[in-house]
């Protein structure tokens, strides 16, 4: 395996298996020159250079240090969620970051809109999201806001086995955000988001939406569901205009019985 051209010492163009391919690996384009042979132990990842011409790119536009803290964070983030992400994370995430540190330097800062709601979804990665910004801090200088914390969580979580598409999983959360806001307007009460009441109702409310879409609903007793609803009036009214409101906005279809659980959820807020 011979190098066609050094993008930087991190990444190489090499030539391998009659194919085109990017090499990256710490260091391994430091003090080489076209024609040197890369040690295969030095290569980390390996992308064919056609299906990755949008990395090559990067390489190319992005500082060094950006690219190296986002395998630094990458890294971090599969030593710690105990799993391997998606290659193409590292397209993006370095990407994201390196415009984001580019907005910083600028004073241009973005707020996450859904950043209380990824805290309490995926607590794990926006853990590893702080961390990253430590991290940026201390590599770069450049002391980021909260906000890029939730935004590389997002970025980690869609790129897990499994984890789905991130539009999707943005549009999901954005659901679930303006379904608690409408339980803030018709209970006319502040919600305390440090609460367990309100971390429950949350992810209660994502499954909900998972469920609705995959058409498997909790299996509530009909009279325990008579019973809820009867006993807790205000709140069932409240999960019943949240579940109206849902149909209306997104087209989404809440069973009766998933409104027996949202109003426990609810009456646990309202009581507190």
């Known amino acids: 395996m011979t190098i066609r051209k050094i993008l930087n010492n991190n990444a190489v163009i090499v030539w391998d298996e009659d194919e085109e391919k990017i090499a990256i690996g710490s260091g391994i384009g430091f003090n080489k020159q076209k024609h040197d042979v890369v040690n295969p132990r030095k290569i980390e990842k390996l992308f064919v250079l056609k299906e990755n011409e949008p ?42 970051i390196s415009f984001a540190i580019e907005r910083e330097q600028n004073g241009i800062q973005l707020q996450n ?19 990253a910004l430590q991290h940026i801090e201390t590599e770069i200088g450049i002391e980021m806001p909260v906000d890029e914390a939730a935004f590389i969580a997002l970025y980690l979580h869609t790129m897990k086995i ?41 992810t209660h409310l994502q499954f909900a ?3 609705a879409k995959d058409q498997n609903s909790h299996v509530m007793d009909e009279d325990m569901f008579n019973m809820i609803r009867q006993k807790y009036d205000a709140a069932y009214q409240c999960a019943m205009h949240v579940a109206e409101e849902t149909e209306k906005t997104h087209g989404i279809s809440l069973p009766e019985e998933e409104l027996g659980y949202i109003t426990l959820h609810i009456e646990r807020l309202r009581t507190h």
């Not at 809109?113 to 961390?131: D, M, S, T």
Request: with cysteine; charged share 25%.
């Open 209 to 211: 939406l998972t469920r």
């Open 55 to 96: 990395l090559q790119q990067l390489l190319l536009r992005i500082p060094e240090k950006h690219f190296i803290v986002s395998e630094d964070i990458i890294n971090h983030a599969e030593q710690q969620l105990k799993t391997d992400l998606s290659d193409h994370v590292l397209i993006q995430l370095a990407d994201h």
């Open 113 to 131: 809109a859904l950043l209380r709601e990824i805290k309490v979804l995926y607590r794990q990665e926006f853990k590893i999201g702080l961390w």
């Open 162 to 202: 499994g984890g789905g598409d991130i539009h999707e999983t943005v549009r999901q959360t954005t659901i679930v955000q303006n379904m608690v806001q409408e339980i803030r307007n018709c209970l006319n009460v502040v919600i305390d988001e440090t609460d367990i009441a309100y971390e429950r109702l949350v």
